[in-house]
């Protein structure tokens, strides 16, 4: 019984720990909730490649660079630094996928990731080991400084994406001028 007893006890209280090793993680909730908001996605009287290209000189257009590209998807990135130890990146990914069978027209799904780095400072020490005296840790007035990623975050906000959607619209429209006037001219290109 008093066997029993301890290792009952035993059981108890390595529970407890366990228990207590898992308490340090708050509980998040879920962030997403799917509906038929258009905040990410715009149709285009354009095909997937046309699409895709006026999306390209979009980014360009604001300095972000191209860092993948086919004919149905774009990536660019741009970095800001708003304060001395913060700096921003955001991650554009543009993919686009016809709408209508013959492919005239089109889908281009836009999302934008931010990712934050703070400043790390640290300072290096070194150990001066004394015979009698024992160790003795020293202060150098060096140090190294390291961009570490802080956060990263999905942007939202739908006026952001409206201002990069009107932007591929313009793109798009100054083609179609372009196709009008070569026509008019008789297949010659301004």
């Known amino acids: ?25 708050k509980h998040v909730p879920v962030q ?22 006026a ?11 191209a860092n993948a590209r086919t004919a149905e ?5 741009k970095s800001f630094q708003p304060d001395p130890e913060l700096n921003l990146q955001v991650n554009i990914r543009v993919v ?3 709408e209508t069978a013959d492919g005239q027209i089109s889908i281009g799904f836009v999302t934008a990731l931010q ?14 080991g004394v015979g009698a005296l024992g160790s003795v840790s020293l202060p150098f007035s060096s140090g190294s400084d390291s961009m570490v990623k802080v956060g990263s975050e999905t942007i939202s906000k739908s006026n952001f994406y409206d201002s990069f959607f009107g932007l591929v619209m313009r793109y798009l429209q100054q083609d179609r001028e ?13």
């Open 1 to 25: 019984m008093l066997r029993a007893c301890k290792r009952m006890a035993a059981i108890a209280v390595a529970a407890g720990l366990a228990g207590c090793g898992t308490s340090q993680f």
């Open 32 to 53: 997403e909730s799917f509906g038929s908001t258009e905040t990410f996605s715009r149709m285009f009287d354009a095909s997937p490649a046309q699409t895709c290209e």
């Open 55 to 65: 999306a390209r000189r979009a980014l360009l257009s604001q300095g972000y660079i």
């Open 73 to 77: 998807l774009i990536e660019g990135s």
């Open 96 to 98: 686009c996928v016809p």
């Open 115 to 128: 990712d934050r780095y703070a400043l790390k400072k640290s300072a290096n020490s070194a150990s001066l």
């Open 178 to 190: 372009a196709i009008g006037a070569a026509d008019n001219t008789g297949g010659e290109k301004p």
